[in-house]
């Protein structure tokens, strides 16, 4: 097995994300009055910086299901994304979950194999860091990315400019869309305010059009809902508006899998689905692979246990930490 890529097919899952995401839009009227009237305490979510030997943050956590909970609901409380609550509960319905049931809060992640300095969003975990390595913390978002054909640009960029209460302008190519889908034309701009999906805040990438931007819609976050800009919630774009300064390095990566021999002792890996499966340039979902690369053969060594450890994993990505051995 180490010495192959693995095939994955993959149109089940695409299918699947994009139903909920259809689902989740048109949820229904109780949710929605909840998810507006209900007040959440979302903050920023602050680790100190593992030893020079480890990328370990954070701890796994359980939640235990009450009447009147929904993943939605659940993911912002936690200030966690709903696809990656979903990803890790695969057999839980995220919709009407029962009582009584535990479901794995996925609040520990390894740390990138980057620079920690500035911002990174690593588009397979919609998430973002914001490091301080000056201050030993970083900080950690869920993150809404450009969905299937509007993706996220992968770039080396930085924050040039901060705005409040930003003007929405949508593009020429958004308002063609939506002539298309709607047979109207669309608002050339709109103000700040509740139907604004800029949010209250924004922050430009460079010289680019792609903004890191709060939005009216909490349920966009976590999921792959955008024209290719970066969404927060309410709470966490104000944060980075008020504690980002101009110029901040911003790297956005997609990087599926981590690795860390944890203080030399303990061998953990974290795998998520790579956004790249299903949009290659000839649409063939059915051809995309999960490419195992060579320095996962090295870290995951030749023991076959630790392998068969992980097919499932790779099969289908949880995108949870598992200790090879346990």
Request: no cysteine; glycine share 8%.
């Given at each position: 097995m180490p010495c192959i890529i693995i095939k994955k097919i993959v149109a089940k899952r695409n299918i699947i994300v994009n139903s909920l995401t259809v689902i989740l839009i048109n949820f229904t009227c109780v949710v929605l009055l909840n998810l507006l009237f209900v007040s959440y305490s979302i903050q920023a979510t602050e680790y100190q910086l593992p030893s020079k030997n480890a990328r370990l943050i954070g701890e796994q956590k359980t939640h235990k299901i009450?009447?009147?909970?929904?993943?939605?609901?659940?993911s912002v409380h936690y200030n966690v994304g709903f696809l990656a609550l979903l990803a890790a509960n695969p057999n839980i319905d995220?919709?009407?979950?029962?009582?009584?049931?535990?479901?794995?809060?996925?609040?520990?992640?390894?740390?990138?194999?980057i620079k920690h300095e500035g911002i990174v969003v690593i588009l397979p975990e919609l998430r973002m860091y914001y490091f301080l390595p000056q201050e030993n913390k970083v900080h950690v978002f869920p993150v809404g990315i450009g969905k299937?054909?509007?993706?996220?640009?992968?770039?080396?960029?930085?924050?040039?400019?901060?705005?409040?209460?930003?003007?929405?302008?949508?593009?020429?190519?958004?308002?063609?869309?939506?002539?298309?889908?709607?047979?109207?034309?669309?608002?050339?701009?709109?103000q700040a305010g509740p139907d604004n999906p800029f949010g209250k805040y924004a922050l430009r990438l460079g010289n680019s059009e792609y903004l890191i931007?709060?939005?009216?819609?909490?349920?966009?976050i976590g999921m792959r809902a955008s024209s290719g800009c970066i969404r927060l919630f309410d709470d966490d774009i104000k944060w980075l508006f008020d504690n980002v300064p101009l110029n901040t390095k911003v790297r956005i990566i997609e990087q599926p899998i981590k690795m860390s021999y944890e203080n030399g002792q303990r061998q953990l890996i974290e795998i998520h689905s790579?956004?790249?499966?299903?949009?290659?340039?000839?649409?063939?979902?059915?051809?995309?692979?999960?490419?195992?690369?060579?320095?996962?053969?090295?870290?995951?060594?030749?023991?076959?246990?630790?392998?068969?450890?992980?097919?499932?994993?790779?099969?289908?990505?949880?995108?949870?930490?598992?200790?090879?051995?346990?």
């Open positions: 009450v009447k009147g909970d929904y993943f939605q609901k659940i995220p919709f009407l979950p029962e009582p009584g049931t535990s479901i794995i809060i996925p609040s520990a992640m390894l740390l990138p194999f299937q054909g509007l993706a996220t640009p992968k770039v080396t960029s930085y924050i040039s400019n901060k705005r409040k209460n930003p003007t929405w302008r949508p593009t020429q190519e958004m308002r063609r869309r939506y002539f298309e889908k709607h047979g109207k034309e669309m608002a050339l701009e709109i931007h709060g939005t009216n819609q909490r349920f966009g790579p956004l790249s499966i299903g949009e290659d340039k000839t649409n063939d979902k059915e051809s995309a692979t999960t490419v195992i690369t060579q320095a996962v053969k090295s870290f995951v060594g030749k023991k076959e246990s630790y392998w068969q450890q992980l097919a499932p994993m790779i099969e289908k990505p949880q995108g949870l930490i598992v200790e090879l051995g346990k």
